[in-house]
C-alpha cells in the first residue's frame, strides 16, 4: 500500500508540476510559485487517500479480500496509466492547444530551450503512454487513443515554426537538431497512429532507431553537421562585414550592427567550446576569450537583451558587493542583524507599540527573499525583493560591463508605513541569468536592518 502510494504520489507530482511548469513558460510567466506548493499538498493529499484505499482488511472475519485481490492480479500499472496519466497528459495538451492560440493571435514568443523540452517530453511521454493503452478499453483511455494524435499533430505543426525561426536566426546547434530528430519522429508517428492505428507501432519503432543511428552517422551526425553549419554562417557573417578576407581575420573597419554582433558571437562561442571540431585554419582556439576577441574582430562580444525569447543560451550575471562608504542612519533607532531563519522570527524588537517580529527569509518560492514585520501578531509589512531586483537589473543590465564600485543607494532599500520607518542594508547582491532557459537566481545578503516607529 505504501509502495503504491508513494508511486502515485509521485507521478501525479511530476506531473502536475509540469503542467505548471508549462502555463508558466508558454502562458501567464507571473504565475505565482505557490501553485507549486497548491500542486504539492493535493499530490500529498491523494497519495494518502490511496494509501488508505489499497489498506487489507484487518478484521479476523474479512480474509484479507483486498490483500488476496492484489496479490492474485495487482492492476496498480494500469490505474497508473489510464486513471493518473492519461488525465495528466491530457490537460497538458490543453495548454499546449491554447499557447498554439495565443501564437496565431498575438504572435507571442517564447523561449525556444523551455519550449523544446516540454514539446520534447509531451511528444515522447504521449507517444509511449498511447502504445501503452492500445488493449485498454476504458472510456477514457479510448478518448485518449483518439485526441492525442490529433492535437499532437496541431501542436507539433506550431512547435515547427518556433523551431525554423531558432535555425534562422541562430543556426543549427545541438539542442535544434535534437529537437528536430524529436520532432520528425513525433510528426511521423501520429501521421501514423492516425491513418494506420494500432498497425503502426512497428513502423514508430522503427523510425525511432533509424533516426538514432542518423544522429551518429559521420557528416549529417549531431557533432559534425552543426559544427559544419556553425562554421559556414560564421563565415558568411565574417565575410559580409570585411573581418574574414582572403583566409585571415582581420579587426573590422565599422563596428557591426547590434544584431550582427550577437550572431558573431554567439557563433564564436559555440564553436570554440565544442569538443574536437573540425575548426578552419584561420579560427583562433582562444577566439571566445573577451580580450582575443576584441583584438581580432574589433568590437566587444555583444550578447542579447535580457529577454528568454531572444536570448541563445548563455549565463550572465549581476554581482554587487557594498562599497567603503558612510550610511546616514541618524532617523533609525535601532539596528538589527538578521539571520535566515525562514518563518520563524529571526529578530524581535520591543518598542514602545508592542513587540515587532521581523522575518527575513530567503528561500521562498521562486528565490525572491521576502521580509515581513508583525506588530503583536498583527503583519504590518510584507514585502518582497522583486521591486529592488527590477532596480539593480535596469541600472546594471546582465552582460554589460560593471563598475567596480556602486553608490551606497544602489546597495539600500527603504520602505514605510504609518507605523514605521525600515532601511534595509544590502552586503552582497547576485543575479545570476541562465539566458537559455530563461531562468534567474537571486542572492542577495542582509547586512543590517534599521527600524524606528512613528509617532
Excluded at 544584431?259 to 571566445?288: C, G, Q
Aim: net charge neutral; glycine share 8%.
Amino acid at each position: 500500500a505504501f509502495f503504491t502510494a508513494l508511486l502515485y504520489g509521485i507521478v501525479i507530482l511530476a506531473g502536475g508540476s509540469g503542467i505548471a511548469g508549462a502555463v508558466q513558460a508558454l502562458l501567464y510567466k507571473g504565475m505565482s510559485g505557490k501553485v507549486y506548493m497548491h500542486i504539492s499538498t493535493i499530490a500529498g493529499f491523494l497519495a494518502y487517500g490511496i494509501f488508505i484505499g489499497y489498506f487489507p482488511d484487518f478484521s479476523k472475519s474479512g480474509g484479507n479480500i483486498k490483500l488476496k485481490e492484489a496479490q492474485s492480479q495487482p492492476g496498480f500499472i494500469k490505474t497508473l496509466f489510464e486513471y493518473i496519466m492519461a488525465p495528466l497528459l491530457l490537460a497538458l495538451t490543453v495548454v499546449l492547444l491554447i499557447w498554439s492560440g495565443k501564437v496565431i493571435i498575438t504572435g507571442m514568443d517564447v523561449s525556444f530551450i523551455r519550449l523544446s523540452s516540454i514539446a520534447t517530453g509531451y511528444a515522447l511521454l504521449g507517444l509511449w503512454l498511447h502504445i501503452m493503452l492500445t488493449h485498454n478499453k476504458s472510456g477514457i483511455a479510448k478518448f485518449y487513443r483518439r485526441a492525442y494524435p490529433l492535437a499532437a499533430l496541431v501542436i507539433l505543426l506550431f512547435e515547427a515554426r518556433t523551431l525554423l525561426l531558432q535555425i534562422d536566426r541562430w543556426g543549427i546547434k545541438t539542442p535544434e537538431y535534437t529537437f528536430a530528430l524529436i520532432w520528425i519522429m513525433s510528426i511521423s508517428a501520429v501521421v501514423l497512429l492516425i491513418s494506420m492505428k494500432d498497425r503502426s507501432q512497428v513502423i514508430i519503432a522503427a523510425i525511432i532507431c533509424a533516426l538514432a543511428v542518423f544522429s551518429v552517422l559521420p557528416l549529417l551526425g549531431y557533432h559534425d553537421l552543426t559544427a559544419a553549419n556553425q562554421i559556414n554562417r560564421l563565415e558568411k557573417m565574417l565575410t559580409t562585414q570585411g573581418i574574414l578576407q582572403n583566409g585571415k581575420i582581420k579587426p573590422a573597419a565599422q563596428e557591426p550592427e547590434k544584431d550582427m554582433k550577437e550572431k558573431i558571437t554567439d557563433a564564436v562561442n559555440y564553436l570554440a567550446n565544442m569538443e574536437n571540431p573540425r575548426l578552419p585554419s584561420w579560427f583562433d582556439n582562444h577566439l571566445n576569450d573577451s580580450s582575443v576577441f576584441r583584438n581580432k574582430l574589433g568590437f566587444e562580444q555583444t550578447w542579447p537583451d535580457l529577454r528568454p525569447e531572444s536570448a541563445p543560451g548563455r549565463h550572465m550575471g549581476i554581482h554587487l558587493s557594498l562599497p567603503t562608504d558612510v550610511v546616514d542612519i541618524s532617523g533609525y533607532r535601532w539596528a538589527a542583524n538578521i539571520q535566515d531563519w525562514g518563518d520563524r522570527p529571526t529578530v524581535i524588537i520591543e518598542g514602545e507599540k508592542g513587540a515587532y517580529e521581523i522575518h527575513w527569509n530567503t528561500s521562498s518560492s521562486g528565490g525572491i527573499p521576502t521580509i515581513k514585520i508583525e506588530l503583536d501578531g498583527r503583519t504590518i509589512i510584507d514585502q518582497d525583493m522583486n521591486s529592488y531586483f527590477d532596480k539593480i537589473t535596469a541600472k546594471y543590465p546582465p552582460g554589460k560591463a560593471q563598475p567596480a564600485q556602486v553608490p551606497i543607494e544602489d546597495m539600500t532599500l527603504s520602505m514605510e508605513n504609518d507605523e514605521i520607518r525600515v532601511l534595509l542594508l544590502f552586503n552582497n547582491v547576485s543575479i545570476n541569468v541562465d539566458t537559455a532557459g530563461g531562468n534567474m537566481d537571486y542572492w542577495l545578503s542582509l547586512q543590517m536592518l534599521y527600524m524606528s516607529e512613528k509617532e
